[in-house]
DNA sequence: CTGAAAGCGCTAACAT
DNA sequence: ATGTTAGCGCTTTCAG
């Protein structure tokens, strides 16, 4: 018994098991479970009938080790609390579906050194591929990513300089169309509402586009108000408060996700305010959960699923491509901002 | 070139290489690597820079097989769009922090044979522990995960015949003290609406306890009103509009989930029901997100992050255990519901 | 169609 | 404090 975990309970069936349950050789049975090669009928019924009474699993480390094959890719996310990044896997996940990978989820906790072990911890199991949000990574993870010597695809953002293929939108540009559209509906007060500091880069880079769409128009940005912690609508519901009652006269709200936007919403009707005309309300994201509020938020799609899907199609084709796939959000008007004028 | 993968761009660094690199032998490094054994310091350091420089990154696949040692723990959920799972992975995930274990995600689409099949994958790869949710599976995985020889938790639900150990809350329990609560409250004529078939068990117990508590106060069920798909504010909203259009004397609604009932809230407040005195209104749950909603939600904690880490903390003790924790959940008044009488 | 031999990259156990 | 040896359970390769 050497090497052997002391708490196993019993010693693991092995091919040998069950090898000598069918009367065959480990080969013929290894064969037969992963139908490879030519195996008579009368052998494979034999061995499956044995691999099945005996209760036989298979050891894909063992497996893993022999072929230099891991049928999973690695997927490294910020987090899972966020429902942009379940979509994210929503989308990969249908993707592998028609394929022998399995997506492996680590999270990061929006950390760069947290990321950091988390991707060592991935390439150390030999992943087909990798997939990871942001391109905003530590020097070593860069190079670690880059030294792989498999798929990687870095997801959600093409603002910037990805270390091989890309899948996102540019958020920037997200920023920059919605500050058009708003500028177009006639508002000019307004004011932005949502995460700009610490690690959420994406919303970020909405805001630096936003106000460089302002500016083109000649506006500034009125009023800003950063939050710490998770957005939702008691988050949405206080930054709006605190906002209004400093400056009463703003006439647009632009939120960093449709989460806190919903919370803005609620508090605005309580308290009356006219939408879209005495006030204005815009988000990002376009969550489906949100459909069944007052009024639909206008927001962005971001994607989501299609940027998954559209990474793991890379994965699976097993190119170890620096293509750069920029998918284009589209605005959705919604109920809470003016027709165009 | 002996069963390389044809489309690996270069060979994969070994211990070997590092070995070599540092003038020492493979064991030393191993050593060093794992910090395992008294090295000299300056091997040590000699090995480190080594390895760094080189970009070693270990292969745990061949660790894993020599030592037998597999520090990953399995973590089969239904889905990651609905919230409570990721809370779950929340708990887990925090526990296993301050061990050297890992979390792998699966997802069984609520479907038994894809729950099997995801079961059967996570075990062929030797995990350290498997954290399964729910208590219904083929018989197939229930003979997989009780001969699995590594600790096995089924979480969220207490009520059914556990393969080992199990984690959760009566589902039963939970609708019929919801029942006694509503009935404390005053309210009679009382509709359901949730998922009542199909895949989501717990959601039944719930209504059968709920039914349960009704019966003890000689109360029937006045309607009630499933839906397939997503939970969300649109469906919360569209089987409310439904049942009170069929039955509009109603005086309480009991959702399977705050995210519908929150659809609900909406849906009376508009149509300017006086809540809770013309109707009474609870989920289940209790999602952080929806603070900030116009009244907060009558409804009973599922205890969702405390589950998972109680399900770690018996995986990370490495206990062949078989203990049924039942925690208890708090119902929470919140505004939707009279105080009692 | 089936089997025998060799070895994947690493670590436990036993030297020294 | 460091090295040597012998596998872990499987698959690739080659031989029949």
Chains 1, 2 share one sequence.
């Not at 920059?176 to 508002?187: C, H, L, P, S």
């Not at 305010?273 to 959960?289: C, E, Q, T, Y």
């Amino acid at each position: 018994m050497r090497g052997r975990n002391p708490f196993d309970g019993k010693p693991q069936l092995t091919l040998r098991d069950v090898a000598e349950a069918a009367g065959v050789s480990e080969m013929t049975v290894s064969r037969v479970l992963r139908n490879r090669g030519d195996v008579s009928d009368r052998t494979r019924v034999r061995v499956f009938e044995a691999a099945r009474e005996l209760g036989y699993v298979p050891n894909k480390i063992a497996g893993a080790l022999a072929s230099n094959r891991v049928n999973l890719v690695g997927v490294v996310i910020p987090s899972l609390s966020n429902m942009v990044f379940p979509d994210i896997l929503g989308g990969i996940g249908k993707m592998l579906d028609d394929t022998p990978l399995q997506p492996v989820i680590g999270t990061s906790h929006y950390d760069p050194d947290t990321e950091e072990k988390v991707i060592y911890e991935m390439l150390s199991w030999r992943p087909s591929g990798l997939i990871v949000a942001g391109l905003e990574h530590t020097t070593a993870a860069r190079a670690m990513m880059r030294n792989a010597g498999i798929p990687v695809v870095e997801v959600m953002d093409v603002d910037g300089d990805p270390v091989a293929a890309a899948v996102g939108i540019s958020h920037i540009r997200a920023g920059q169309d919605m500050a058009r559209e708003i500028i177009a509906r006639g508002y000019r007060r307004i004011g932005y509402l949502g995460s700009g500091s610490g690690g959420d880069h994406r919303a970020r880079k909405r805001l630096e586009g936003f106000r460089k769409g302002l500016d083109e128009a000649g506006v500034a940005l009125a009023d800003s108000c950063f939050y710490e912690g998770m957005s939702g609508f008691g988050t949405g519901r206080k930054m709006t408060a605190e906002m209004l009652t400093r400056l009463p006269d703003l006439d647009f709200l632009y939120y960093n996700t449709d989460m806190n936007a919903a919370g803005g919403l609620l508090y605005c009707l309580e308290n009356g305010m006219r939408i879209p005309d005495d006030i204005g309300l815009a988000g990002f994201n376009s969550f489906d959960v949100l459909d069944g509020l007052p009024m639909r938020i206008a927001t962005m799609d971001s994607c989501r699923t299609e940027i998954g899907a559209k990474a793991a199609e890379l994965i699976a084709a097993n190119a170890l491509s620096d293509a750069l796939i920029a998918l284009e959000p589209t605005f959705l008007e919604g109920e809470t901002v003016r027709p165009r004028a």
